[in-house]
């Protein structure tokens, strides 16, 4: 017997034959991928972040601060939803650590009092992917970067530690140093005296 999505594939195929409408190729790709992609549920996502950034942990129990990470990266976080409510939820088990069923009580009782679908939120949950860092971009950094490393932005003597080219001159560029030449400073024609006077 083949698998739904084979199925479906074959009916639409057949529908192109006699000449009725069907769907594109990319769906018939993103179908392929539906079925083979592997599905994670709610619960494999409880237990992975209730073991993030605790070593010790089970899988069984997660704290509030694992369960704010997990909502942060699901992008449940809005508006109408923020850490000071998840707090206050949570805080009515009386315990650090909540399991399961406890917490499917706590996403129902915020769900209810925030009037937000509960079906949206643990879909947002079980979809989000690996526990992880959540990458910063690097455009406001780099940028920040560029202005403070740029030598044609500096005045005053902060612009004598750079040379022409923009390139540091190092200790020289922070240090008078002292010159024993002999000839006071701004003098035009230092070193054409021929001493044949």
Known sequence: MAPNGISRAN????????????????????????????KVTFADQFKAFSKFGDSKSDGRQITLSQSDKWMK?????????????????????????????????????????????????????????????QQVSAGKAAAAVDRLTDPSKYTGSHKERFDASGKGKGIAGRRNLVDDSGYVSGYQHKDTYDGAH
């Open 11 to 38: 009916n639409m195929t057949e529908e192109t034959a006699n000449g009725s409408s069907a769907a594109p190729v990319e769906e018939l790709g993103q179908l392929a991928l539906e079925e083979t992609a592997p």
């Open 73 to 133: 990266q699901a992008k449940v976080f809005d508006k109408q939803i923020t850490t000071t409510d998840t707090g206050i939820h949570f805080k009515k088990f009386k315990a650090l650590k909540i399991t399961l069923p406890d917490y499917n009580k706590f996403l129902e009782d915020l769900a209810k009092t925030k009037k937000v679908e509960l079906a949206t939120i643990k879909q947002k949950m079980a979809s989000c992917g690996a526990p992880g860092v």
